[in-house]
Nanobody, 122 residues
Framework: VQLQASGGGLVQAGGSLRLSCAASGRTFSVYSMGWFRQAPGKEREFVAAITRGGTTRYADSVKGRFTTSVDNAKNTVYLQMNSLKPEDTAVYYC?????????????????WGQGTLVTVSS
């Protein structure tokens, strides 16, 4: 499975961005997708996850501001990020899991995209 993330960029605080993650290859083995982020000098942290059926899970820090969705026909997941804050600045990664556990642990994900940088200025 190959994952291609896109949509990052520079935005002012309070603004919005939408990230996309397109999956290709053996996508039939993918049951859920996760979003993680890693800021400079920090560990990778869970942001959100979604199953093929649309069940979601969010980190408390983004609940109410971020929304993840899935388009199974396009094998693509999205992360709509609203009301962005400077502390949301990070490289954002999408990851694929061959279970529907909606895990928040990066080690449970089998495949990773290359990451896309989101910078939120104050």
């Amino acid at each position: 499975v190959q994952l291609q993330a896109s949509g990052g960029g520079l935005v002012q605080a309070g603004g919005s961005l939408r990230l996309s993650c397109a999956a290709s290859g053996r996508t039939f083995s993918v049951y859920s997708m996760g979003w993680f982020r890693q800021a400079p000098g920090k560990e990778r942290e869970f942001v959100a996850a979604i199953t093929r059926g649309g069940t979601t899970r969010y980190a408390d820090s983004v609940k109410g501001r971020f929304t993840t969705s899935v388009d199974n026909a396009k094998n693509t997941v999205y992360l709509q990020m609203n009301s962005l804050k400077p502390e949301d600045t990070a490289v954002y990664y999408c990851a694929a899991d061959d279970t529907d556990s909606l895990s928040s642990n990066p080690v449970d994900y089998n495949y990773w995209g290359q990451g896309t940088l989101v910078t939120v200025s104050s």
